[in-house]
């Protein structure tokens, strides 16, 4: 167990880069290998669940390289994907788990997927049951629908059309995935419309998909299966995940000022700036521009003082990941956040309300939470007590923002595992002492 301490960070200021996406690179190394051709990736996440995802793909007979500064996917076409020797280990990753169930369930092979405690606590039952109606044939070691699992895939799964009861972007993307290898159309309904990285990258490889918004605020995805995959050249942005913690720590230490260059701004993944700038906060977006399909600029984020809100549930699936950060956020605020429509948190990595609430509640801060919502009773800025142990609980998200409650508190707060924090930001530690956080091993 890798503790470390946080202590209050005096300015936070400069330039930096954050690592790139998760989302989109766990897409471009699974989709350059069943397209045609080589595909090259500028800017791959080489966080351990990104290296999950490469590491599974070696072993089902893609040839996946580092060569200077660039990822290269010698893609094996649909349908090539081999049998591996042995079980696949997706560590912590959720993404890399569920996508690549979809994926088999495109191939004639049988696979063992395994993954570490976190993982193995999550629920598959959303992803099977889709897959099984594909076709799809899972055995579970312990009868539940929690990994050790096998997925055994075919060749031709049969095309669906499938209403997701979650808003769920993994579900949504294993379904395009096995639908890839489906003849005829698969279709997707999505309650809310969730990260549309796949629709996106697959276009662009030469998939044919049809999006319509529905008026009731559903959206429907439909692919046209078995289609020509060609390589192409892809550039992964920086994750905006992973900027909403520097972003939220330049908010609450007095004096801050810092820019985060080239962050991906897919505006299904922008809930965390629309919530953040309605407390208050000195946030602007500079060169702002287009790049391969996706939304890309600098963020410009200024000391603010920040006040409560509330977070409607509609806006959940577009900053699914950034609750646990925004709660840090709201203990520096004037008032009461609410986040409501939030159940989806209690099984991310951990439970993210109970480890927040924990959390929170060692560092002094007044929080109450339900099934699905959440409130904590802001502090005001520089009155965050601070100090505690947080437990992380396998979650680098976690880790992360309890870092972030100790940069602007007034006592130093402990996290006692900053191990996690390498499945998608490596190099945080570093990158944040450099911007003035004062963040040290125990
Ligand atoms: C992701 C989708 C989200 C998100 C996860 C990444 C993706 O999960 O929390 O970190 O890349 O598709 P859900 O699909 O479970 O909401």
Redesign the pocket.
């Known amino acids: 167990m890798a503790k470390l301490v946080s202590n209050m960070a005096s300015t936070l200021s400069g330039t930096t880069l954050v690592p790139g996406d ?2 989109i690179s ?2 471009a190394l699974m989709l350059g290998a069943v397209a045609v051709g080589e595909t090259r990736i500028q800017g791959l996440l080489e966080g351990e669940d990104v290296l999950a995802t490469a590491a599974a793909m070696r072993a089902m007979g893609v040839d996946v390289k580092k060569m200077d500064n660039q990822w290269i996917v010698n893609g094996v076409g649909l349908g090539g994907l081999t049998q591996p020797d042995g079980p696949l280990d997706m560590g912590n990753s ?2 890399a788990a ?2 690549l169930m979809g994926l088999i369930a495109g191939h004639e092979i049988s696979v063992t997927l395994i993954g570490d405690k976190s993982l193995s606590s999550r629920p598959m039952k959303r992803v099977m049951e889709p897959l099984e109606q594909m076709g799809a044939v899972f055995e579970s070691e312990n009868h539940n629908a929690q990994l050790p699992l096998t997925i055994r895939g075919r060749a031709q799964p049969i095309p669906i059309s499938y209403d997701l009861p ?8 294993a379904i395009i995935l096995a639908g890839l290898s489906a003849s005829g159309i698969t279709t997707v309904v999505e309650p809310h419309p ?2 549309d ?1 796949t629709e996106k990258m697959l276009t662009a490889l030469g998939a044919e998909i049809k999006i319509c918004n529905r008026a009731d605020g559903a959206r429907e995805i439909s692919l046209n299966g078995q289609p020509e995959l060609s390589a192409i050249e892809i550039t992964v942005p920086g994750d905006i ?1 992973s900027a909403a913690f520097p972003m939220v720590a330049a908010l609450v230490v007095a004096g801050s000022q810092i820019t985060l260059k080239n962050i991906g701004l897919n505006p299904l993944r922008t809930g965390i700036i629309d919530s953040l700038k309605e407390m208050g906060a000195n946030i602007k977006i500079i060169n702002h521009h287009v790049h391969a399909g996706e939304e890309v600029g600098d963020i410009v984020v200024r000391q603010s003082p920040l006040k409560g809100i509330v977070v409607p549930s509609s806006r959940a ?1 577009s900053m ?2 950034e609750y646990p950060v925004l709660a840090v956020g709201a203990a520096f605020a004037t008032g009461t956040t609410r986040f409501e429509g939030v159940g ?1 948190l209690r099984v ?1 990595e951990s439970d993210r309300l109970a480890a927040v609430e924990a959390g929170l509640k060692a560092a002094g801060v007044v929080v109450r939470s339900g099934s699905d919502w959440m409130e904590i009773d802001g502090c005001g800025d520089g009155f965050v007590p601070g100090q505690g142990l947080v437990e992380t609980h396998l979650d680098h998200r976690i880790a992360m923002a309890f870092l972030v409650l100790g940069m602007g508190a007034k006592n130093p707060v402990s996290i006692d595992d900053g191990a996690p924090i390498e499945t998608s930001f490596p190099g945080f530690v570093e990158l944040m002492n450099g911007l003035g956080a004062n963040i040290k091993a125990l």
Not at 166 to 173: C, I
Request: proline letters at 4%; zero cysteines.
């Open positions: 998760k989302s766990h897409r959720g993404t569920r996508l979650v808003a769920s972007a993994q579900v949504k993307s969730t990260r990285h995940s699936p699914i990941d989806e991310k």
